[in-house]
């Protein structure tokens, strides 16, 4: 009895909590209407076997339950019930399967005049890459990639040069532009998924995958990692706008292009053990999250980092010096700077290694003239109380 | 009589009888019957692996005849000592049969030599193998991570799938051994020496195993 | 040449045992190695349970507790999914259940070769020692999600890529060789080793689904095992079979030309067919749950039957719907898409089957029942909702999201455990001679599956509203749009239910051990079934089961109600012209 009654609360309460729950697809933002539609069909079909099995299993175990002197019916057996329901069941298999496969048919087909771009993906953050004039993105290969070629474009392809490149991951999107979007990754598996578009792809190292949609509503979406890539994973955010054409254009133009950004590469100059520190810091993938241009990928910017003052998640504040940094890099969870997400790993790195690191973080990030080194070790806390009491800090 | 009546329904009907689904088959043959239909499964992956990785991979793919070239008479001989292997592997199956026919006579002694017999095959293909080995790391520096000659899955894939092929020999060998052993003991005299004829399952599988693998890795 | 003679469990030489070592721990009786199998797995099931009160209050109530890192987390949810899927469900319903039925209900005395038997259980056991290692090698276990796919799983983004990863996979290689010796045992078993009169056909439907998910088991794991073999490869010395070439973490590696793609199509080949390892054995054993508890036969044996073959069959070509969003060639979406909605037609037939059999039934409510019935309900929402999933199209903007997360939980989480459940009230009697306690029974299914849904049904709108899945903290920087301040309040109640679900689970293994000491004597068939394990000539059964001679079976196992019949159920071994007064023709 108590089962019977609880079966149909969970029934009606299955039906009432789909319509009176505020969870549902967001409001839909690209061309694929048509995907809503096959959910909606699969909805609909699924739904009524569920309220229909369900409301004959709470009768039988209300009306079929065991009395003083109740037996039950002897029936092996009913061929002709058991083909009628195989029957109905394909049908209704076939009426979510047909028009799923057709929806799939445009999914899989790009296309002629959907324009084309690049998503590149990697540990935790994403980037893009635009066709240049020409309209053709040039060839790209993982061995390729070093900090002066963060997309491993490949210097022989002329098609590369004019190949606009946006290193962070913010990115803008003509509306009522059909788009293929060529996913690549320079890792492990990401997979660029934003719920008002409905699409998504995963981007497979080692392989270039693709998928298309239309953007119809102007505004901005967040971009989700929807494949499981590492201790970040849920960090791998970004953004894209949905722009009208001309707004579009005008934020592709101010974008720099593969053979700007080479013209801009100039090198620096530094001392002995700050080139050393310099190459500690390539080879241990510190660029991968931490930039010099202010850009934020997935770690805090090194863009001013030395003797400036770093709010932590918990509150405090500290001031950027070398026991600082030494401890980032060793016991990285530790101290998190407010607005990032604990997911660097620990590098234990020998003792000269890490002072050539700092060495090198202060001549390339602090503020004073990279040459006057020997002054720099006493000057930073001298620096530090001052900071602390004018109150300013380099950290949003 | 299944074969009498004919039709599906006889077929099901025999099958699905009592006591045993295939009649007059002891437990054991059974057993290894359907271990090795599994362990089929795992050499078609292993395979199934290979043929990928040679599809994907950005470097060309060594070409087997000179790889598995040896010198004989001052000229390098492709294959030759695979076809070598691949004959005494065939040959030990051709004694594994014999010693099954034995078995079923109640030739105790005779059965014994010929799985003895096969086991020291069996061992000698081993033998090659660790030759074959050792001529490609020692000398072609074929690694499973790297060679010279191009593509580096090609070393991965050989080692792992002819190592495997050759734990499952080498397993065998001392299957084989043991069994001798256990009938020269007299465990199985009361019996049919069935159990010669499982052995012999194992045995004539991992020949079969061994044949597509000349044929994948050889002579592709 | 002589026929060989027939091996006849009549004449099965057994090992008695002569220690309390062979008794209970070095034993070759498959009763005990059933509930040794049972044991092991619901202690390490005990340990995921914990595991997930962490993943859930992470989620529920993120930055409350912040000794769970993400490190934690992931390695958490790995080791979670892992351990239900292989340690629990596998171990549970085949290398239990599978040891327990299997001779009892054919009438056997043991297992074929008890000795293997025997061996399976330790390498079990082997396998689990490896799995719980993880958590004292250097960087803990693995945090690649229980996908283990690569790259990932052994670059050093990932918790655990250098040695958790390993001990993983070494873990899941043993424990496939530990079911392989098991599995021949079952499968040898059940087709060469049954009593005179014990047809295929008259085999209760629980053998068919253990028979049917040892064959998919013996089959799909091999696919698992070379993948196990190939990435510790990888992962060791560094071959590339599954590593084309990377920059982690702004690190060059030396791997190249390898696929990834490779790992997963190998990777579902074994995936899919283990949901079926799981399901089918626990179709089979709740399909003879629902019968005797409500005194009727089951509906349509023949085709359940067929429909168990027919989903073991399919589900060998449907991998790739784990794939669709992948990036392999969009082409296979088509041809996944169509075989997967064609297993849904004999699954639907099966849940036809088990409702028509409660029509005009005499349904006893009895804990066993309870749960079968609640199995039912929650198949038919984890079925339904594996329609959207496998329809390809439909799985675009669901797939790694929440909605995946209650899929599967449902059909191959709560759906097996329910049956696990009932199994366990059902069969308890005969394991021990003693009922299990009935009042914390009814408290611990009224709880369990009124929970599992509030914990599990509401999840899927949190994928339709587009969070996917595998997120440590889901606001970074405000709400987003895809997680709405109300999908954190949701997410709140679901650790509450979660945690009030998991502590209930304590309580039943509380009335495990009370009850071996103190529960009622149940006698020999308290529940009056009709299948063989009930006819033993002692309860709990001795080793050898059936004391001089076999039983004779003479009819199929469901003969309850026979119009006529005295009793409301007639056992396999009565012969028809002495069915208490009445011939069934």
């Known amino acids: 009895m108590a089962l019977a009654i609880i079966l149909l609360i969970v029934i009606i309460g299955s039906v009432a909590f789909n319509w009176l729950s505020p969870w549902w697809f967001t409001d839909i933002a690209s061309n694929w209407g048509n995907i809503d539609t096959t959910v909606f069909i699969t909805f609909w079909v699924c739904g009524i076997v569920f309220v229909l099995v369900g409301l004959f299993m709470t009768y039988c175990v209300w009306k079929f339950r065991h009395k003083e002197g109740s037996r039950a019916d002897y029936e092996p057996e009913n061929s002709r019930l058991e083909w009628w329901l195989t029957a ?253 997400a604990p997911v660097m790993i620990p590098y234990d790195l020998p003792d000269e290694d890490m002072q050539a690191l700092i060495e090198y973080l202060r001549e390339e990030t602090g503020a004073e003239d990279p040459m006057s080194a020997d002054s720099g070790e006493a000057a930073a806390p001298a620096d530090a109380v001052a900071l602390n009491e004018s109150g300013a800090s380099n950290q949003g | ?30 057993m290894m019957w359907i271990f090795l239909l599994s362990d ?39 294959l030759l000592l695979i076809a070598i292997m691949t004959m005494i592997l065939i040959t030990s199956s051709g004694t594994m049969a014999m010693a099954v026919n034995m078995g079923y006579q109640k030739r105790k002694k005779e059965a014994i030599i010929l799985i003895l017999v096969t086991a020291a095959f069996g061992a000698s293909f081993v033998g090659m193998q660790v030759f074959e080995w050792s001529k490609l790391i020692l000398e072609e520096g074929i690694r499973p991570w790297e060679n010279s000659m191009g593509a580096p899955q090609f070393g991965a894939v050989f080692f792992m799938v002819t190592g495997f092929h050759g734990l499952h020999v080498s397993a065998g060998v001392v299957y084989l051994l043991f069994i001798a052993w256990l009938i020269h003991k007299g465990r199985y005299d009361n019996t049919n020496f069935e159990i010669i004829e499982i052995l012999g399952l194992y045995w004539h599988f991992v020949d079969l195993v061994w044949v597509f693998i000349f044929a994948f890795f050889y002579l592709w | 040449m002589a026929q060989a003679e027939i091996p006849y469990q009549e004449d099965m030489a057994l090992h008695h045992p002569h220690s309390w070592v062979t008794k209970y721990w070095f034993s070759q009786d498959h009763k005990v190695i059933a509930v040794q199998y049972g044991i092991t797995a619901m202690s390490v099931g005990l340990v995921a349970l914990v595991l997930s009160w962490i993943m859930r209050m992470q989620i529920g109530f993120p930055g409350a507790f912040d000794w769970i890192t993400p490190e934690l987390y992931y390695q958490s949810i790995t080791m979670h999914g892992m351990i239900m899927v292989i340690y629990l469900l596998t ?61 990932q799983a052994i670059l050093t983004g990932t918790p655990g890529a250098d040695w958790g990863i390993l001990t993983m996979l070494l873990s899941l290689a043993v424990f496939i060789v530990a079911f392989t010796m098991g599995g021949l045992n079952y499968i040898t078993t059940i087709l060469q080793a049954r009593t005179r009169g014990m047809t295929l056909m008259r085999m209760p439907l629980s053998i068919w689904g253990i028979l049917m998910a040892t064959v998919l088991g013996l089959l799909a794991f091999p696919a698992l095992f070379v993948s196990a073999v190939m990435m510790i490869l990888d992962q060791l010395i560094g071959t590339s079979f599954f590593m084309p070439s990377v920059v982690s973490l702004g690190q060059h590696l030396d791997y190249s030309g390898g696929s990834p793609l490779l790992f997963q199509h190998l990777f579902w080949f074994f995936g899919h067919p283990e949901v079926y390892i799981v399901a089918l054995p626990a179709f089979g054993v709740v399909s003879d749950l629902l019968s005797v508890h409500s005194r009727k036969n089951i509906f349509g044996y023949r085709m359940m039957v067929w429909a168990i073959v027919a989903i073991g069959v399919l589900s060998f070509v449907v991998w790739a719907h784990h794939m669709y969003v992948s990036g392999m060639h969009p082409y296979f979406g088509f041809f996944f898409a169509t075989t997967t909605l064609v297993i849904a037609v004999p699954t639907a037939i099966k849940v036809y089957n088990w409702t028509i059999t409660l029509w005009r039934a005499n349904i006893r409510l009895t804990v066993p029942m309870l749960f079968a019935i609640a199995f039912v309900i929650t ?56 009922m299990l306690n009935d009042t914390l029974g009814q408290w611990h299914f009224w709880v369990t599956f009124i929970g599992t849904y509030v914990i599990y049904y509401p999840m899927h709108y949190l994928g339709f509203v587009g969070v996917p899945r595998r997120y440590y903290e889901n606001e970074i920087g405000g709400a987003s749009a895809f997680y709405p301040e109300s999908a954190a309040l949701l997410n709140e109640t679901i650790t509450i239910a979660a945690l009030i679900v998991g502590a209930f689970q304590f309580m039943f293994v509380y009335n495990l051990v009370v009850s071996y000491f103190r529960g009622k004597p149940a006698g020999d068939n308290p529940w009056g079934a009709t299948s063989l394990e009930w006819r033993t000539p002692q309860t709990p059964p001795i080793h050898g089961n059936w004391g001089d001679k076999l039983p004779t079976v003479h009819r199929w196992a469901y003969d309850f109600s026979v119009p006529g019949a005295k009793e409301d159920f007639i056992p396999q071994d009565v012969p028809h012209d002495d069915d208490h007064g009445a011939n069934r023709t």
């Open chain 1, 88 to 340: 109905v069941t394909t049908i209704g298999v076939v009426a979510m399967l047909a028009p799923g496969l057709v929806v799939w048919d445009d999914y899989v087909n790009v296309p002629p005049d959907a324009q084309e771009f690049e998503v590149l993906a990697k540990q935790w953050t994403w980037a893009f890459r635009f066709p240049g004039e020409d309209g053709k993105l040039g060839t790209a290969d993982t061995t390729n990639i070093s900090m002066d070629n963060p997309f491993g474009m490949n210097m022989d392809d002329p098609n590369g040069a004019d190949d606009v490149l946006v290193p962070a991951p913010r990115v803008h999107l003509p509306i009522d532009q059909p788009v293929k979007v060529w996913l690549r990754s320079i890792d492990v598996l990401h997979d660029f998924f934003v719920p008002e578009f409905r699409a998504k792809m995963d981007a497979v190292p080692g392989m270039v995958t693709y998928f298309w949609f239309e953007p119809t509503k102007a505004g901005e979406y967040e971009i989700l990692c929807a494949e499981l890539c590492g201790v970040g994973h849920f960090s791998m955010r970004g953004h894209v706008q949905i722009d009208t054409q001309e707004d579009f254009d005008a934020w592709l133009d101010a974008q720099p292009t593969w053979a700007e950004m080479q013209a801009g590469i100039t090198p620096k100059s530094y001392s002995a053990l700050a080139m050393r520190g310099r190459e500690v810091a390539e080879t241990n993938g510190c660029f991968a999250c931490h930039t010099l241009d202010g850009s934020v990928v997935v770690g805090p910017t090194w863009q001013g980092l030395w003797g400036s003052r770093r709010t932590m998640t918990d509150g405090s504040q500290v001031v950027v010096d070398g026991p600082y940094i030494d401890e980032s890099v060793r016991n990285p969870a530790d101290k998190v700077v407010e607005g990032f």
């Open chain 2, 40 to 78: 089929t499964f795992i050499f078609t992956c292993f395979l199934t692996g290979y043929m990928t990785v040679r599809m994907t991979t950005a470097q060309p793919w060594p070409s087997p005849s000179d790889v598995f070239a040896l010198e004989a008479f001052g000229y390098p001989v492709p």
């Open chain 3, 379 to 434: 198949f038919v929402v984890g079925g339904l909702t594996g329609l959207f999933l496998g329809n390809v199209i439909v799985d675009v903007p669901l797939s790694d999201t929440y909605f995946v997360v209650a899929h599967f939980h449902m059909v191959m989480g709560v759906a097996p455990i329910l049956v696990i459940f009932g199994a366990i009230y059902h069969w308890y009697p005969k394991i021990t001679g003693r």
């Open chain 2, 1 to 30: 009589m299944a074969g009498a009546t004919g039709g599906h329904a006889a077929i099901i009907q025999d099958w699905s009888s009592d006591i045993t689904v295939f009649k007059g088959v002891p437990w054991g043959k059974a």
């Open chain 3, 91 to 151: 171990a549970f319903l085949l290398g239990s259940f599978g040891n327990y039925l299997v001779p009892l209900m054919l009438g056997a005395r043991d297992m074929v070769f008890p000795f293997v038997n025997m061996i399976s259980y330790h390498v079990y056991f082997l396998s689990v020692i490896i799995l719980m290692a993880s958590y004292v090698v250097p960087g803990g276990p693995t945090g690649a999600g229980w996908t283990l796919y690569p790259p």
